[in-house]
């Protein structure tokens, strides 16, 4: 599996989990019913056909609230494109994908702690 190792200008203290890669159709299709009972599909092109990836700390990629700080700044910017860099050295230009629930969650190792596990959902065409 491959493991993200910065995120913009964030050097991970442990490198994130790259866990899933989705991949929307081009095609966006929307289904509903008349009042007659018959249905109705109606079929666009999508114009936010960009991929979408899962990143996480998994087991042993944790955060600390240093890098998790400054990780929150740039969630904080709807719209900011950035690089990563993945573990074999290839850089792909992302955003956070405000438009999905839960894109950047966290929580504390443990009560008290300054380390995080974090889930980050980023998008990138």
Partial sequence: MLKIVK?????????LWWLET?????VKATA????????VVWESYRRD??????????E???VHQTILQRLS???NEPGLTFPIYTSTGEVLNCRFTHEEKGFFKYEPLWEGSEWFKVTIKLGFQ
Wanted: glycine share 10%; proline share 5%; net charge negative.
């Fill in 7 to 15: 995120i913009g200008d964030v050097e991970l203290n442990y490198p």
């Fill in 22 to 26: 989705y991949q929307p159709r081009n």
């Fill in 32 to 39: 509903f019913n008349t009042i007659g009972g018959s249905k």
């Fill in 49 to 58: 056909n960009s991929s979408t990836i899962t990143l996480s700390s998994e």
């Fill in 60 to 62: 042993n990629g944790w």
């Fill in 73 to 75: 700044a740039l969630a």
